[in-house]
């Protein structure tokens, strides 16, 4: 398998890939539609039950999202993890009664086989890539929930449960492993296919269930994986039990849990559909545009402030649900960031503007920080926390412009201290009567509430070498700040006048086109995360450029390699040199 | 440029090369000898003056490691970072009352062009990535030297410092730089190659000098780098002043450095040559022997302890110098694992044994414990830090086998724990009359003294998940410990008896040497360090998997690549995916 062979025609045939519009997934395939909901779902169950839910993987072996291939035993592609993401996130805010959920498969005796490999094996590297990284932003996404929202996960592993499927399981909070002498946990990625666990399973296995490292080095390349008292003697599940005290154990694990859970909402709110109009040009939603220039090889996202003031009080704002501002506009964001990273691949720079008024962004986090203990205020702040993180994992240049007509204040300034580099205009351009733009900093610039993945805030890792920095940041808070200052106190990277600011823009955008795109990727990579390193970053920073790495080695993808070679019957053949 | 492509024969013609023996350097040339000294130097000079030593770079652009290039405008191979590395090492030992390192170029308006791109261009893969890992070790051994030994490196940039030349600059405590309007520090491999900094630069920049992350990324997009005023107020050095007045800055700023490093010993020891016999199946040290069984893809390392006991004083510890057994070994064992790095890159996996007595092993111990502060007991115990390192960072599988007649006691010790895995015996084979095998921890194998890159020994990060072991292992300090002892206290993987021993261990060898190196590699470098990251950790782990990664990819290697086409007048040829 390589890059440049040609790749059969893959028709997306399941429910949700709309064919709409005029979107190209980059492989000829189909945009890929991020939007789903539980009444579409073809491959998961979601129920509740008072405070307990149950989440069951059943995945339909027809409905691949690419095509192609079969989703056999519980096997996943991206449109099986689509679904989960999807069913992560109502429980929060759906379902926020919710304090336990129980992930279980719906097949006899097969909890999860795993990434689908003749989808790997039939994927291009820039879509395994992408599949990981989704993948691994639901895994934590499951974490994120665990921790924010107290909503634990209990995984139900009643037979096999390998590669991906127990990547899954590391990912919940407790691990119930049905012991009958053939039900195992598994990471066979590297003696059957030579390739690494690509969600998190190594990390997770060292970082947060601290196996001891022999004994992982033993788990990890035996095939068959680990089953009975050794899982649980080694860490690697939390308890078994006889088959015929499977759901007895469940039940009670689950009550026992959920005991220690109290003060849960009563009610949630609705996630209404995000509503996108698709155009040869753009993607158009109502606080979100998307505007591409794909000869250009940019996407210019708009984001639009709130059109009036926040409600007057907290029963209000759960009355808007979906279309209160902040969450809606999150939402938004969030598919058409996905969006571009499926859909658009040859994009090279992403531009952040944003359009409205900046004392409107500001009452709408004053209004959030008012209500800082309601559990709908904490989702959407928690929200916006993956988001902006979805945004710094995005392996697209970032630049954000500050122009007169922008509202980069508060929760909104995150996306100058987000991008790789940010432009403000200094004063006006001609002919355009509008104030010169200004900045506004506010408590949640400051806060950690939308810490990066090194677990600190974006302007904390900004200015981790010149801590007096972020002090005189912090002191301006409140205060609209013209270009002159923000650039004198590094809020942003260049302040341009009229004459210059056409023509260094365009020669930036140029300049970033005309870089390799694996050498930006990899730089921005390590550029972007100064500082603390957290599980998280070690899964996207570590672990995924290692995959990475093997996913371009001939010994995995070449003619013989074990991914191509996988279910031939032939055996890899293998350059033995090891680097 | 691809794995498969034969490569000229490329006959090393520097001094270092000794062409000596039978080993193989796996790319066809003869191999590579990583032992040097001051008087065979082609590419630096090293002098000293009282506390003050300069180490001027010049390289000899006629003596390339490998042959088809010339090392212009200072430009490295692995042939001047051998040099380097072994510079850095004799001021330590040789030159104890050093406490300022002037580190400089001996040409005009040239500090260093980075590493050869010709060389880079015409590497295979592995020497590429060993090649990094390597020099990525000496920038390392350069910071260990100013953290552990008072000896503080000054660079003095008068020139261009381009890519790898930075990335050495960066590695110094303080950054000179002429301010002429020419002299400049850049990191152009992305724009210009299409790779990344491979030694540690990207990580320098956030994590050393916390340059803010907007700052990098222009610095690490604008080929021709950056100078003067911008240069400082960026933190990318640390002053700079005009040309005519360089030097008495520089003898200033080293004096003022000199003058607050007080204490310093007088006089060091020779480190003498080690000496090694290379026979057709193995290398022979006097207290190491390596044996390569090729066909199995093995190389067995035995470690073996001192013949007689420790010094009576610290003083006779010196006379011996580096014939001192726990030096001696240190040196033999690094230069066996470099060996195997760069000349045998098909051994899949590294079997650790040891022979001799464990009780004059802890003598030794003890001996070092009593003299800790002592510079020569100091750099001693630093110098096997830096060697257990080394192991770990070495990409083949580790294994080490207790049996009868070993000696893995206290510093040995670690052996056990560097490994991926560890087998013991049990009792005795059937006709060997010595004792059962045991093993001893002392105080070496707690105190962090051999701490590995994330700062933890490696019995904590062993134990993280279960500290009550790590408590459990303290309380047997000193006891010889059998076999099943052991193995309920968790230090080793698998006690086995004679009957399973041979199968056993034959079984796991030849199932290592059936995987994939390169998903072996990816696997060993996320299970060996759990728990915290550091800059080193990040270096090795995070930017290494990204530098590896770029150097498979088209964009930078393919036959329009820009590593391939550069110099060639030919623009590469890009494809825009961003993945």
């Known amino acids: 398998m390589g890059e440049a062979a040609p ?65 056999k035993l519980n096997s996943y592609d991206l449109g099986v993890d689509i679904e989960l993401a999807d069913a992560i996130e ?17 097949k006899d005796r097969v909890f999860c086989a795993g990434a689908n490999i003749r989808m790997l094996a039939g994927a291009t590297h ?41 990547e899954l399981a590391l ?92 003060g849960k909402p009563a009610k949630g709110i609705a996630l ?13 939603y109502k606080y979100v545009s998307v505007a591409f220039a794909r000869d250009n090889r940019l996407a210019t996202i708009t984001l639009r402030g ?62 959030l920080d008012a209500n800082a203990a309601h559990w709908l205020t904490r989702e959407i702040r928690f929200k916006w926390k993956r988001v902006l993180k979805r945004v710094d994992m995005t392996s697209r240049s970032l630049v954000t412009l500050v ?12 996306f100058i201290f987000a991008a790789d580099r940010c432009y403000m205009l200094i004063g006006t351009m001609q002919g355009d009567n509008r104030a010169p733009a200004t900045i506004v900093l506010d408590d949640a610039n400051f806060s950690g509430v939308y810490a990066m993945s090194n677990g600190l805030s974006r302007l904390a890792t900004r200015f981790l070498g010149e801590p ?15 270009a002159e200052r923000v650039e004198a106190l590094g809020l942003v990277t260049f302040a341009l006048d009229d004459i210059d600011w056409e023509d260094e823009v365009r020669l930036f955008l140029e300049e970033r086109a005309s870089f390799s795109p694996d050498g930006l990727t990899g730089m921005e990579a390590n550029l972007r995360f100064a500082g603390p390193e957290t599980m998280e970053t070690k899964i996207f920073a570590r672990l995924t450029a290692w995959q990475n790495w093997i996913f371009q080695r001939p010994n995995a993808v070449g003619p013989e390699g074990a991914l191509t070679r996988y279910g031939s019957g032939q055996k890899p053949n293998f350059d033995l040199k090891r680097v």
């Open 126 to 166: 820039a879509h395994k890539v992408n599949f990981c990284k989704f993948t691994n932003e639901t895994r934590n996404s499951i974490e994120d929930a665990s921790e924010n929202s107290g909503q634990k996960y209990i995984c139900v592993v009643n037979g096999t449960a390998a590669g991906g499927g127990y």
């Open 272 to 284: 209404t559909p995000v509503e996108r109009k698709r155009t040869a040009d753009g993607n158009e």
């Open 403 to 414: 122009e007169p007509g922008s509202c980069f204040a508060g929760t909104l300034a995150e």
């Open 7 to 71: 790749r059969a025609a893959q028709a997306p045939d399941s429910a949700h890939n709309l064919k709409e519009g005029t979107g190209s997934a980059g492989n000829g395939a189909a945009a890929i539609d991020f939007r789903t909901e539980p009444a579409r779902y073809r491959h998961w169950k979601l129920s509740t039950n008072g405070n307990v839910a149950t989440l069951t993987m059943d995945v339909d072996e027809k409905a691949p999202l690419l095509g192609g291939y079969e989703l």
């Open 306 to 367: 709130p059109e009036s003031a926040p409600p007057s009080s907290a029963d209000e704002m759960t009355k808007q649900g979906a279309a209160f501002w902040p969450l809606q506009l999150a939402r938004e964001l969030d598919d058409a960031i996905l969006d571009i990273r499926l859909n658009e691949l040859e994009v090279a720079t992403i531009v952040f503007k944003s359009d409205g008024d900046a004392q409107r962004v500001l009452a709408h986090d004053a209004f």
């Open 90 to 106: 109502r429980l929060r805010f759906e379902h926020p009664e919710v304090a336990v959920i129980i992930l279980k498969s719906g």
């Open 468 to 482: 007096g920095s972020l002090d005189a940041a912090k002191g301006e808070t409140g205060k609209p700040l013209d």
């Open 171 to 262: 990912a919940c909070d407790h691990i119930m492993l049905v012991d009958d002498g053939s039900a195992a946990v598994s990471l066979p990625e590297l003696p059957l296919l030579a390739v690494l666990p690509g969600t998190g399973g190594l990390t997770r296995v060292t970082d947060k269930r601290k196996v001891r490292r022999d004994h992982a080095d033993v788990f990890c390349t035996t095939e068959e994986g680990v089953k009975g008292k050794r899982a649980v003697d080694w860490r690697l599940v939390d308890e078994v039990m006889p088959r015929s005290r499977l759901d007895e154990s469940v039940e009670k694990r689950a009550k026992a849990i959920a005991a220690t859970l109290s």
